[in-house]
Structures are given as C-alpha cells and as structure tokens.
C-alpha cells in the first residue's frame, strides 16, 4: 500500500518536475530567468544553449497557438466568421507578456524609455497596446485558398486557420534574433558570461542553419500569399532580427542579454505586422 502510494504521489509530481526542469534548462533561462537567477548559473552550460533556444523558439509558437485554440474554443468556438473577436487576442497577449516574454517587454520598454521610471511605464504601455491591435488584426482567412493539397495524414502540420501559423513563427524568428546578433555585435567586458558562452557556443554555420529552416517553414505556411508574401515576410525578420540587435546592442554599451532580448521582441511585432501588410 505505501509503495504504491509513493509511486501515485510520483506520477502526480511529474508534470511538475518536468516544467521544472525545462524552465531550468539554459535555453529557457535565457528568455525567462531574473538576472539573479541566470546570473548564479555556470557559464559553460550556455556553450549549447542555441540548440534549446532554436527549438524552444518553435515550441513557445506551439503554445501561442494551444492558447489561442483554447481561448477560442472557451469564449467564442462558434464565431470565427467575427476577425475582431478579442477574448482570443486577449488572453494570448495576457500569456504573451505575462509569461515567456515578459522579460523581452521589460528589456524592450527600458531600451525605449531609459532610466526613467515614467518612460519605462509609457514604454511599456505601448508595447502592450501595440501588440494588442496586432492580435486583434489576425484572424484564420478560411476564404484564401491554398496552392496545392497535402495528403491527410500530413495536413495537420499546415493549419488551416491562417493566424496560427503567425504564432508559430513569431517566437521561432525572434529566438533567432537573439543568435545572429553576437554574429555583429562581440562580447565585451560588460556582457554576461552566458550570453558570452553562447556568442562562443553558436557560429555562423548554426546560425544559418537556423535560418535555413525557418526560412523553409515559413515559404511553406506563407505560400498562399503568392511571391510576394513569401518573401517579403521572413525577409522583413531577418532584417529586423539583424539590424535590431545592433542597434539594441550600441544602445546598451554592448552584447547583453537586455539587447537579445529586445531584438527577440522586435523582431516578432515586425514579422506579424509584415503578415498583416501582405494579407
């Protein structure tokens, strides 16, 4: 009887040891972690820390898209004809900046506002607003027909409902962000000793493999748009994702884990409204 107790207590405990150990892991840490926190970590465990951040860019739009799914199916399931239904919008912007990129909106808001408290609020508020009238603009496009059919058993990794794969991308693309920006920007004496290890750990070949792949995904989830949309919407994040980090980069003194996650952030408000202006 107590032994199969504790094994009962066991397998209730392990979806919370496992989300535990994920947010441990160095991918996650340096999206979601206080600066105490990743502070107190060795630096050699960041030395792969690009790998998790690749993949976990991918799983954080997998969970945009389950929120969005829930909120939708909960508060308006019947009502998609509506494109400004906002009970979906809102609760995926509440997850969004409550959740894993509430750092990122932090670091953004300061790299606006600056030292000052009043400016960091406004700042912020902006953010928030901004990004709301974003979620509230998308909307699934049943009636934009697709260029070819896949084969049933295949079709689920192309939703039918055009705005998930906005959220599937967003997070993918502002990870790398935070990957080819050390590739302008070099560590110096002020930059944190993970976000050094992971400049070392990450070369330029990882970073356009990186890329590589979500330029694929993403011609592949746009291709209805035609030429136009296929290009212009990875080409609108690329260039973000590069131009942000460097400005972000000279904005804080140099390669910090602020400017990461400022481009991160910037780098997905671009690529939706990019969406957004070739639908």
Known sequence: ???????????????FRAARWLLGRPGAMLLLARDEAL?????????????ELAAGGLGWGVTLTFVWGAAWRIFGGHHWDNPYLPAPAAVTLAFFCLGPFAPAVAGLARQIGGASAERRATA??????????????LHPDWHRGEPFDLPWWIGWVRPQAKLYRVLLLMPAWGSWS??????????????????????????????????????????????????????????????????????????????????????NLTTQIALILAYLAAR
């Open 1 to 15: 009887m107590l032994q199969s107790e504790m094994m009962s207590r066991k397998l209730h405990n392990l979806p």
């Open 39 to 51: 502070a107190a970590e060795p630096p050699q465990r960041f030395r792969r820390a690009w790998l």
């Open 124 to 137: 912020t508020a902006v953010i928030v607003v901004g990004l709301a009238m974003c979620l509230l603009r």
């Open 178 to 263: 935070m990957l080819v920006t050390p590739m302008f920007c070099q560590p110096s004496e002020r930059t944190e000793p993970q976000v050094s290890a992971l400049a070392r750990g990450c070369d330029a070949i990882a970073v356009a493999a990186v890329m590589g792949v979500l330029l694929a995904i993403s011609i592949f989830h746009f291709h209805y748009l035609g030429l136009g949309g296929q290009v212009s919407i990875p080409l609108t994040a690329v260039v973000v994702g590069v131009v942000g980090g460097a400005v972000f980069c000279r904005l804080s003194g140099g390669l910090c884990r602020r400017a990461l996650l400022s481009a």
